[in-house]
C-alpha cells in the first residue's frame, strides 16, 4: 500500500477516503511546512497532499536526490507555491482542485462586494463598540451596489461566477480584462486595458491566479485610474495586488474602500489595512464550508488514486 502524506489535518470523511486507498500519516501542526519538512516528505512518502503554504519550490526540489514521492496532490486550484517546473523536472506529478472551489469562491466575493461597500465590517464595529447611539437619516451612507458596473479581472471559472452573481442578482454591469475574449451566456463587455476597466467600473474585484506572470498586475496605474467612490475586492492571491500600492491609494483616498480576502504575505496584514475602517479584510475564507474542503479533498484523492492506478489524473497541472 502507498505511503501517503496529508500536510494538514483535513475533514474526516477526506481522511476515511484516503485511508481506503493508502497508508496515511497525517502532520498535527496548522502551519506550513518547514524546508526540512518537505525533504523529509518527497523523501520518505510515495505521495503527498499539501496545501497553500507549503512552499514546493525549486530550492527545495534542488535539494533532492531522486525522489521517493511521485505526486503531489494539491488541494486547492492554487498552485502558485509549488514550481510545477522543477516538480517535473524531479519527475513529480503536480495536480490540483478546479471547480470544487468556483461557487464558494464567488459567494466570498459578493460578501466583500456587500460589506466593503455598504460598510458594515464598520458598522458592526460601532456596534459591538456601544457607540451606535441610533438610527440617523444620513448615517454611514455607503455605495448602493445594484445596477453598477462590475469590472472582473480575470474571466475564468471564478471570475464569470461573480459576474454572474452580479449580472442576474443585482442588474449590474459586467466589463472584463482576460488574455481572450469569452463566449457568456449574458452581457458583457471586454475592456482593451486594466486601467480602461479601473476607470469605468464602480467595483473591482481581482479573479485571476497567481502566477509569475499575475505577481503585482494591480499597482498604481490601476489604483489612479479608479474612480474615487470605487471599491476593490480580492480573493485571488495576495500577491497579484502590490499591498503597498493598495495602502497608499486608500490613504489618499484614491479609492473608497477595499475588500480582502488574500494578502501578499499572508499571514501578514500590513498595520495600516487593520487600522483603516474603510477596508474589509477575512481570514483567506474563500473556499470555508465544509462541503467545498471535502470535496476539494476528495477531488484530491481522486487524483492520487488515478495516477497510482496508472490512470492520468483528472486535474492534472500542465
Not at 115 to 126: F, L, N
Not at 137 to 158: A, D, E, F, N, Y
Request: charged residues 20%.
Amino acid at each position: 500500500m502507498k505511503h501517503l502524506l496529508l500536510t494538514r489535518p483535513l475533514p474526516e470523511r477526506v481522511i476515511a477516503a484516503a485511508q481506503a486507498l493508502f497508508r496515511v500519516d497525517i502532520r498535527d501542526e496548522a502551519g506550513a511546512m518547514s524546508i526540512a519538512g518537505m525533504h523529509a516528505a518527497l523523501n520518505d512518502y510515495d505521495a503527498v497532499l499539501p496545501t497553500l503554504g507549503d512552499m514546493f519550490s525549486a530550492d527545495v526540489f534542488a535539494g533532492i536526490n531522486a525522489p521517493r514521492c511521485k505526486i503531489l496532490a494539491n488541494f486547492g486550484v492554487g498552485f502558485n507555491h509549488i514550481d510545477v517546473k522543477a516538480a517535473r523536472a524531479a519527475g513529480v506529478t503536480v495536480t490540483n482542485t478546479p471547480g470544487a472551489v468556483t461557487d464558494a469562491t464567488a459567494d466570498i466575493a459578493m460578501t466583500l462586494i456587500l460589506m466593503s461597500a455598504r460598510r458594515a465590517g464598520e458598522g458592526e464595529r460601532m456596534v459591538r463598540a456601544g457607540q451606535w447611539t441610533g438610527w440617523t437619516p444620513t448615517q454611514m451612507l455607503g455605495l448602493h451596489v445594484s445596477g453598477k458596473t462590475v469590472g472582473i479581472v480575470g474571466m475564468g471559472r471564478v471570475g464569470q461566477a461573480i459576474a454572474r452573481r452580479c449580472h442576474f442578482g443585482f442588474g449590474m454591469k459586467v466589463i472584463y480584462f482576460n488574455r481572450s475574449p469569452k463566449e457568456l451566456t449574458f452581457e458583457a463587455r471586454q475592456a482593451v486595458t486594466l486601467e480602461e476597466l479601473a476607470g469605468k467600473a464602480d467595483i473591482v474585484v481581482v479573479a485571476v491566479p497567481g502566477t509569475a506572470e499575475t505577481h503585482h498586475l494591480i499597482g498604481n496605474d490601476v489604483f489612479a485610474a479608479m474612480k474615487t467612490t470605487g471599491h476593490f475586492i480580492n480573493i485571488s492571491r495576495g500577491d497579484v495586488v502590490d499591498e503597498a500600492a493598495l495602502v497608499a491609494a486608500l490613504q489618499a483616498g484614491q479609492i473608497s474602500g477595499a475588500g480582502l480576502d488574500v494578502y501578499e504575505f499572508e499571514p501578514q496584514v500590513p498595520q495600516a489595512l487593520t487600522t483603516m475602517e474603510n477596508v474589509t479584510l477575512l481570514p483567506h475564507l474563500g473556499t470555508a464550508a465544509l462541503e467545498v474542503r471535502e470535496a476539494m479533498g476528495l477531488m484530491a484523492v481522486e487524483n492520487l488514486r488515478a495516477y497510482f492506478s496508472g490512470e492520468a489524473p483528472p486535474d492534472l497541472v500542465n
